[in-house]
C-alpha cells in the first residue's frame, strides 16, 4: 500500500481526512487504491457517486442502462435538465469527472443480468446496491456471494429507507450475513410498488445514499465498524431511526448449511416477474396508446377508466372514469360488461392488476390494459401533458 503516490494537488484536496488521527495517509491510500462498482446511478446512486468521487476512490464503476428522464430530477442530484434524454451512466462520469479529476471512471452502459453480473463484479472490491428493484438486489447480492465481494446495500420508499452492509469479511475472517438472509425470498409481485408506482420525497436518497456512501468508506479504509449484522432503518416523517440485528440463515441457499445454489439463476422467474407461475404474472390484454386515440377519434363506443389515486388525476388526466384500485372490486357495478373497457395506470402496473381482479372475481373478459399508461400517452399523443 505504501506504494501509492499522491500529488502535491490530492493532498490538499484530501487534507480533512488526513488530519483524521484514526484515517490520515493510510486511509487515502487505502481508497485510492480500491475499486468499487455502483449499480444504478438514480436517487441512492446520485448521492453515493458523488462522495465516493469527492473522497477519493480510486476507480469507480457507474452501472445503469437507463437514460435521465425528467421526473428523476426531483431527486437524482447528478443531473440537470439538459440531461434529459442522455444516458444516465455517461452523464455520471462527465459530471463526476468535473468534481474529482483523480479518480479513474469505468462506464458500464448496460443492464445488469445474470450473464454479465460475474464478469463485471469480479473485477470490484466492493459493490454498492443502488438498485430498485428485487429482481436486480438478488443480482447483486448472489453475485458478491458467488465472488466473495462485499455488498452495501440501501433501498428507500415514500419517506423510510435502510442500509446494510452484506457479505462483509471481518479481519477475523468471519462473513456476516447477506440479503438473502434477511429476506430469504421475494415479497409477492405488486405487493411492495416501486418508487415510480408508490413515490418518494426528494431528499431521503440523499440522505440513505450518504449513509451508503459512509459504509463504503469504511469498509475500504477499516476504520469504524460496518453496519455488519445489522439493517439499519430511517423515517423521515417521524426522524425515528432503528438499528435490527441480522444473523447468518442456515438455511442460505448460497452459504448455508447445506448450500444448493452455486450459479445465477433467472431472477426475474425467481421473483415471479414476466412469467406464468402465478396469476400476478398473468398476461392480460393489452391496447397502445395510439390505438386508443384510434378508437376515441372515430368515435368508438368505449369505456375508460383510470384505476390511479384522486391526487394523480388532478395532476394529468385524459378524461378517464376515476376509479381507483383499491375501490375497484367494490364498484364493479360502473364497470361495464356491453363494450371494450380500456382501464390505465402511470406505466401499466395497477391497471394490470385491476383488470386480473375484475376477471378473477367477476368473469369480465371485454377488458384491456393500456400499454405503458398515462406516461405512454404524454410521450406519443400529448407531449405537453405533465410527467410525474
Wanted: proline fraction near 5%.
Amino acid at each position: 500500500m505504501s506504494n501509492i503516490q499522491f500529488s502535491k494537488e490530492e493532498l490538499e484536496r484530501y487534507s480533512r481526512h488526513l488530519i483524521i488521527p484514526d484515517f490520515n495517509i493510510e486511509g487515502q491510500r487505502k481508497l485510492k487504491a480500491a475499486k468499487v462498482l455502483v449499480v444504478g446511478t438514480g436517487g441512492l446512486g446520485s448521492p453515493l457517486l458523488q462522495y465516493l468521487t469527492a473522497a477519493g476512490v480510486g476507480t469507480i464503476g457507474i452501472l445503469d442502462f437507463d437514460v435521465v428522464d425528467e421526473s428523476n430530477l426531483q431527486r437524482q442530484v447528478l443531473f440537470r435538465v439538459s440531461d434529459v434524454g442522455k444516458p444516465k451512466a455517461e452523464v455520471a462520469r462527465d459530471t463526476l469527472r468535473k468534481l474529482n479529476p483523480h479518480v479513474n471512471f469505468i462506464v458500464h452502459n448496460t443492464q445488469l443480468t445474470s450473464d454479465n453480473a460475474l464478469d463485471i463484479i469480479k473485477d470490484y472490491d466492493v459493490v454498492a446496491d443502488g438498485t430498485d428493484n428485487f429482481p436486480t438486489r438478488y443480482l447483486v447480492n448472489d453475485a458478491c456471494v458467488l465472488l466473495n465481494k462485499t455488498n452495501v446495500y440501501a433501498s428507500i420508499f415514500r419517506f423510510e429507507g435502510q442500509v446494510s452492509v452484506f457479505n462483509y469479511t471481518d479481519n477475523e475472517g468471519n462473513t456476516g450475513p447477506n440479503y438473502r438472509d434477511l429476506f430469504p425470498v421475494p415479497p409477492p409481485p405488486g405487493l411492495v410498488p416501486s418508487c415510480a408506482e408508490g413515490g418518494v420525497i426528494g431528499v431521503l436518497p440523499g440522505i440513505l445514499g450518504s449513509l451508503q456512501a459512509n459504509e463504503v468508506i469504511k469498509v475500504i479504509t477499516g476504520v469504524g465498524d460496518p453496519l455488519s449484522g445489522r439493517l439499519f432503518l430511517f423515517d423521515a416523517l417521524t426522524f425515528e431511526t432503528r438499528t435490527l440485528k441480522v444473523r447468518r440463515d442456515p438455511e442460505n441457499p448460497l452459504n448455508g448449511n447445506n448450500p444448493s445454489q452455486k450459479e445465477l439463476i433467472d431472477y426475474q422467474q425467481f421473483c415471479g416477474i414476466g412469467g406464468n407461475s402465478s396469476d400476478e404474472d398473468r398476461p392480460v390484454k393489452e391496447v397502445t396508446v395510439d390505438e386508443l386515440y384510434d378508437m376515441q377519434t372515430r368515435g368508438e363506443k368505449i369505456q375508460v377508466i383510470d384505476v390511479r389515486e384522486p391526487y394523480e388525476y388532478e395532476i394529468a388526466n385524459i378524461g378517464a372514469e376515476l376509479i381507483p384500485l383499491k375501490t375497484i372490486s367494490e364498484n364493479v357495478d360502473r364497470v361495464e360488461s356491453g363494450k371494450k373497457v380500456i382501464i390505465h395506470c402511470r406505466s401499466g402496473v395497477r391497471s394490470a392488476k385491476a383488470i386480473r381482479e375484475l376477471e378473477n372475481s367477476f368473469g369480465f373478459t371485454n377488458l384491456y390494459n393500456l400499454k405503458g399508461g398515462i406516461l405512454a400517452w404524454a410521450d406519443k399523443i400529448d407531449k405537453e401533458m405533465a410527467k410525474y
